[in-house]
């Protein structure tokens, strides 16, 4: 990054703007390029393994489970028949081997829908074949929503087929609702565990699968009588003792992601409802029954997020995370993918489940949340006592938000945004994430649930251009927790070459803020495009004087011209003994294309000075027209666009016996003139170039042309080549052609194999630095060109070089700054290294393809945890995915909503530059996360449909 207040002439300057840039680390993968498709496809980001790789936790640290007490534990979400990702046949065993470790009895495993992925008779053979092999306490089970997709919610069959499964493949013995069970066949069930013979001495769990109907199976409200049957027996047995109530879907906006849509269930009388308008029931059941605790499941977020037990409304609710299969993020910023609805990388390895305590004495309840990836509890246990009634409610989200603290940012916290990763138009983050922790002292569970990061003009640092939250990685399992936090800026859309402020903000749960750090980043410029083809193209490195251009024009030689190969470039260049000169036949159409727009480009050396007054190098001109003069020691490049003398002329200084590159170009107003790169003078002269006054109208090398067509001013001394092209090279172009032309006094080598490495397809591929030596001693970097496996050209990206690549002024910015392209096919890339005039080494690299992970199929954030129920319309759910709705809320996104507004406090570790403790940063809302999460969802869009996941309807599948 560039440094405040470095000057560097104009040469450096060109060469301390970059275009594009990608880290080639682990995982800044295509970083910031605008939004999350590229030209070539989908964005890849190989470090993300769709594979199942389930971490089995190496050292468990269960929690001990003492004295005699009701256990059981409740599992949702196992997607037994998905794809092998979700690794189910792991999980399960592992998480039946953990729990027996923790004790060897148990009075249930409850089991509360989409066990099956899509309620296939194979997977219910699947299923079965797993709970009878580990399972040694009596299961319950009950239907989700993806148990009616095979049948495609027909209620009959789909329940049937359930029923089969309970009465001929479930042999778990002491199971409820196999044949013989207290609940024989049933759907809808009232388990009790842990009594005795004599009425009420046991514990109740009221569980009921879902109907077809509501937002994707998900209608209860047919069993309201049922319900309020159950449990008001229940309560009337004992009003001391809890009530468990378990249902597949969460009552809306209650815990966390309960928003609306298909994203909770439909409880009100109408089967049709899919507003969520009917929350009625839940109000009633609250009103009356504190002793109620609701284990739902459906929505796959991870049980570490504190949001995942809410008691604002009388009673108690919790969600029970996948027990196999992948977490769905939505609703806390953007994943890995910048998708706001969707997949996180490592979701497939998730396998949570709770298990409950109940003290048969105080009738107290508490429940451990098992991850069994980690081998431990998530938190503490959550305790909930149903004799002190709503008094003794620990749990509610507004108790919690109101007691949660900003995140604690320890010394050492730094943010930065990595050189290689910024581009045009945007750029990647990476922040200490191992320094940065929920404060505990406020919620015990708090997370850092994301990380949101402002990107505002340095010159207007308080007002953003970007806002956008992006998902934590607390999610993960602990060892795949990276110490930095690294993502790109999806979708930012920032100015070329415009610096910038960027903030970054830990977020906990409950939306209390804190400053991670801030840095200050420059955006690159776009590669230079190459000149249009020269109408002139003199390159005497052949021995021969003959035009190189598409449209070759006549050459007429006068005197003799000589080649000798120089020591410079171990090529021949043309000697010009100052009786010699070649002219080429130009026509009225030449001049015209060269009027108003053109650039001369010559690389040459005099060796004697003009013995009377000047003499020409490059030109065409009697009375009108232009040419290159040598006045010793300046060559001057004239111009007359009118009559007479009226010429106009930029210049520079220019040694004898020394290799020089001038550049001179006219616009039609200016006229410009580089000498070795670098812009040494310009002038304004308004016009439009006229051919010269001469019966032959020629442009010559070595001299000029008279009026009769002849040579005049020949020149002494040695020219390699020279260019004359109609169209006008900026200050970026004239660095980038004198370092392809530069005389050298080091030869360039390419690097060796093993420096060029290898690429994959759709990947940055950093090219390797080649350095040079020009005839001045100024070490120079070579400027790449590629080539793909079939010999077309690809588009290079160019980051800057921060002044502290500058050796103390004697290296210019130009020699760390990178290059970087994509590969968008495989095979062999040929890089050219163009290295002063005649130096062109090259290198090769083999590029292999990488196979891109599927993202998610979208997401609904809904509404807020306040209010109304969200509503939407769904994205469909497919075997491999939890339930999906529309697309993220920008305020729910943003914070808002479950949220509500936010707390900023910022901290200052020593040697970062942070705010100032207690400073408060004005929040806006994540305006951008729409549009990013838009990009995302749109790729998703497309591969859905690739793979056939959308069902007709548009339903929550």
Not at 65 to 85: C, I, M, P, Q, Y
Not at 176 to 190: K, L, S, T, V, Y
Not at 435 to 444: I, L
Not at 551 to 558: G, I, R, T
């Amino acid at each position: 990054m560039k440094e405040k207040g470095t000057a560097m002439n104009d040469l450096e300057a060109a060469y301390d703007q970059g275009t594009f840039g990608v880290s080639r680390r682990t995982f800044l993968k295509l970083a910031a390029v605008t939004g999350v498709c590229a030209a070539g496809g989908l964005l890849v980001f190989p470090d993300q393994d769709a594979a199942a790789a389930f971490t089995a936790p190496s050292s468990p640290r269960w929690p001990t489970l003492s004295g005699s007490k009701v256990r059981f534990t409740v599992h949702s979400d196992t997607h037994v028949g998905a794809e092998v990702e979700n690794a189910y046949s792991e999980k399960v065993p592992a998480a039946f081997s953990a729990i027996y470790s923790m004790a060897p009895q148990f009075n249930g495993h409850f089991f509360v829908g989409d066990s099956a992925d899509r309620g296939k008779a194979g997977e219910y053979d699947e299923l079965a074949k797993l709970l009878n092999a580990h399972a040694k306490s009596p299961v319950g089970i009950v239907m989700g929503n993806h148990e009616y997709y095979e049948h495609e919610g027909d209620k009959e069959k789909a329940q049937a087929e359930f029923k089969e499964f309970l009465s001929s493949k479930l042999k778990v013995t002491g199971s409820f609702q196999i044949p013989g069970g207290a609940n024989e066949g049933q759907i809808d069930c009232d388990f009790v565990v842990g009594g005795t013979e004599a009425p009420g001495s046991g514990y109740h769990v009221i569980a009921l699968s879902p109907s077809p109907g509501g937002a994707d199976n998900s209608w209860y409200g047919d069993r309201q009588n049922w319900v309020r049957e159950r449990v008001a027996a229940a309560v009337a047995e004992d009003a001391n003792k809890p009530v468990f109530l378990m249902t597949h879907h969460p009552f809306g906006n209650t815990v966390w992601y309960s928003t609306g849509g298909s994203w909770n269930g439909q409880f009100g009388t109408d089967s049709s409802d899919g507003s969520g308008d009917d929350n009625a029931f839940y109000q009633e059941l609250a009103g009356k029954y504190h002793q109620i605790i609701h284990f739902s499941g459906h929505t796959h977020i991870p049980m570490a997020d504190p949001r995942s037990i809410y008691q604002d409304d009388g009673f108690t609710l919790i969600q029970t995370a996948t027990f196999s299969n992948n977490f769905w993020m939505s609703g806390d910023g953007l994943d890995e993918m910048g998708d706001g609805g969707g997949h996180p990388a490592a979701g497939q390895d998730a396998s949570q489940c709770e298990l409950v305590e109940i003290d048969t004495t105080t009738h107290a309840v508490t429940i451990h949340r098992l991850d069994f990836r980690n081998g431990a509890a998530l938190g503490q246990p959550w305790v909930i006592v149903p004799s002190k009634g709503r008094d003794g409610f620990q749990y509610t989200h507004a108790g919690m938000k109101q007691a949660a603290k900003p995140p604690l940012v320890k010394e050492g916290a730094s943010v930065s945004v990595p050189e290689e990763t910024i581009s045009d138009k945007g750029a990647s983050f990476a922040l200490t994430a191992d320094k940065v922790s929920a404060d505990a002292s406020g919620v015990s569970d708090d997370v850092i649930i994301s990380y949101r990061v402002t990107v505002a003009s340095a010159s207007a640092p308080d007002a953003p251009v970007f806002d956008a939250r992006f998902m934590s990685d607390y999610y993960k399992a602990d060892v795949n927790q990276p110490a930095v936090f690294e993502r790109p800026l999806f979708g930012a859309e920032l100015e070329e070459n415009t610096a910038y402020v960027l903030r970054a903000y830990a977020v906990s749960a409950f939306g209390k803020e804190s400053l991670v750090g801030e840095t200050e980043f420059t955006t690159a410029e776009k590669v230079v495009s190459a000149l249009a083809a020269p109408l002139l193209h003199l390159d005497f490195a052949t021995g021969a004087h003959d035009d190189r251009a598409a449209k070759p024009h006549a050459a007429v030689p006068f005197g003799k011209l000589t080649y000798e190969t120089d020591s410079a470039f171990g090529v021949p260049v043309a000697l010009f003994d100052g009786e010699s000169a070649v002219g080429y036949e130009f026509a009225d159409k030449d001049y015209a294309a060269i009027a108003q727009t053109e650039t001369i480009e010559v690389l040459f050396q005099f060796t004697a000075n003009p013995t009377n007054g000047y003499f020409d190098l490059f030109s065409s001109a009697s009375d009108v027209g232009q040419d290159l003069s040598y006045y010793a020691p300046k060559l001057q490049h004239y111009t007359n666009v009118g009559n007479g003398n009226n010429y106009v002329c930029t210049e520079g200084e220019v040694p004898l016996n020394t290799w020089t590159h001038v550049m001179a170009t006219y616009d039609g107003e200016t006229m410009k003139y580089y000498l070795n790169g670098q812009l040494v003078s310009q002038k304004r002269n308004v016009g439009s170039i006229p051919a010269p006054k001469a019966d032959i109208k020629r442009w010559f090398v070595g001299a000029d042309v008279n009026a009769t067509g002849a040579m005049e001013h020949p020149m002494v001394g040695k020219v390699a080549f020279a260019k004359l092209t109609p169209d006008i090279a900026n200050r970026k172009q004239a660095a980038l052609l004198y370092m392809a032309s530069a005389p050298v006094a080091q030869a360039a080598e390419a690097p060796s194999a093993e420096e060029m490495g290898t690429a994959t397809v759709g990947q940055a591929y950093l090219v390797p630095d080649v350095l040079f030596t020009d005839a001045a001693g100024t070490k120079l970097q070579a400027v790449p060109e590629v080539t793909d496996p079939n010999g077309q050209a690809v588009e290079l990206m160019r980051t800057a070089a921060g002044a502290a690549a500058i050796a103390e002024g004697a290296l210019l910015a130009s020699v760390h700054a990178s290059y970087r392209f994509v590969p968008a096919i495989e095979g062999t890339y040929v890089v050219t290294y163009l290295a002063g005039y005649a130096q062109r080494p090259t290198a090769e690299v083999v590029v292999s393809s990488a196979s891109a992970p599927e993202p998610g199929e979208g997401g609904d954030a809904g509404g807020g945890n306040t209010g109304g129920t969200g509503g939407g319309g769904s994205t469909p759910d497919t075997g491999t995915t939890p339930d999906a709705g529309t697309t993220p809320d920008t305020n729910s996104g943003s914070g808002a909503g479950a949220n509500g507004g936010k707390e900023t406090v910022t901290l200052k570790p020593a040697g970062t530059k942070l705010a100032k403790t207690g400073d408060e940063l004005p929040v806006a809302a994540s305006a951008l996360i729409g549009l990013a999460a838009t990009a995302g969802a749109a790729a998703c869009v497309v591969r859905g449909f690739l793979k056939g996941e959308f069902s007709e309807d548009g339903g929550n599948a």
